[in-house]
Structure formats: C-alpha cells, structure tokens
C-alpha cells in the first residue's frame, strides 16, 4: 500500500487538447495531486484552470476530498475554486516523500486510511463539504473565545500581582 505522496503534473501548452487523457477519475482519491503551470504564459494558466476545474465538476469529484487538487499557478485564489498556489514552497509539507520504513502502528493507519479513502468515494459531496465547513466554522470561533479569554486572564493575572505587590 502506498503512502499519500503528492504527485505532481508539470502541464505543457500542447496538453490543452488531450488534458481529458491526463486526468484520471481516481487521481485524488489516492493521493493529493500538484499541477505545475507556472512555465505557461497567463492566458494559458488560465486555461487550464478553468479546464481542470470543469473536468472535476463534470465527473461530480470534490477539489478538497480525500486529497486536495493544488494548482501551481501566478494568480490568486479569487479565480477558481481549486487550491492556487503561487510557489511549491506554499505546498504541505506532510504530503512530500520520506524515504523511511513505517512501523506497525503506522502500517495499521495506513490501512484503515485506504478503507476510509474507498468510504469517502460513495459519500456525498456536497452534504459533506457542507458538514466539514460547519465544523471548521465551530472550531474557529472556539479558538477565538480561547484567544480572547485568556488575553482577559492575562490581565486579571497582572492586576492581581500590581494589587499584591502594591505598584
């Protein structure tokens, strides 16, 4: 079983034409996939995220699951809804290859990864990206009242000391 490692596709300006022969269905239900356009003139970049972009939308995939698509590319995010990065540096670091021997605990995640992976294909999409941005949503604004709360104990802690200490 392999390990999800990012697999990168360096795009040239004649695979505009057969860019439905590149892409496979089961490309990112395996691993995170790298679309490098950054040698491509704008136009072409542009291009091509539309194009990638309408082919995961028209084979009814997500762009974040199990594995995210990640563009290479010049522009910003606002353009497209796939993940646009302006460097390979911007990339996660935990999807790049290391060469080391898993252990039995990892071999044993790593199995019940592949068996979520096989889960996540028969799931509804849009139920849950719904779902999963809800989530992120709660968990965002606890960890702003933790922020603010303990910004608010910080200073109870100062002036408890200023009290006591008498300055």
Known sequence: MNLPIEKKIKLKETDLDHLNQILREDDNLTCPLVFDLLELKDEL???????????????????????????????????????????EKN????????DIKLNIKESQILIKTKLLQQEIKNLNETDSEKNLKQFGRNHKKIYLLEEERTKYLSILNKLKRRAKYGL
């Not at 028209?58 to 199990?66: A, I």
């Not at 010049?74 to 990065?85: A, D, M, V, W, Y």
């Not at 990339?91 to 290391?98: D, I």
């Open 45 to 87: 970049q542009k291009e091509f995220i539309g194009a990638i972009e309408n082919y995961y939308i028209t084979q009814n995939q997500s762009f974040s699951l199990p594995y995210p698509i990640y563009v290479l590319t010049k522009f910003e995010k606002t353009i497209s809804e796939l993940n646009l990065l302006q460097s």
């Open 91 to 98: 990339l996660p670091h935990f999807y790049r290859y290391r």
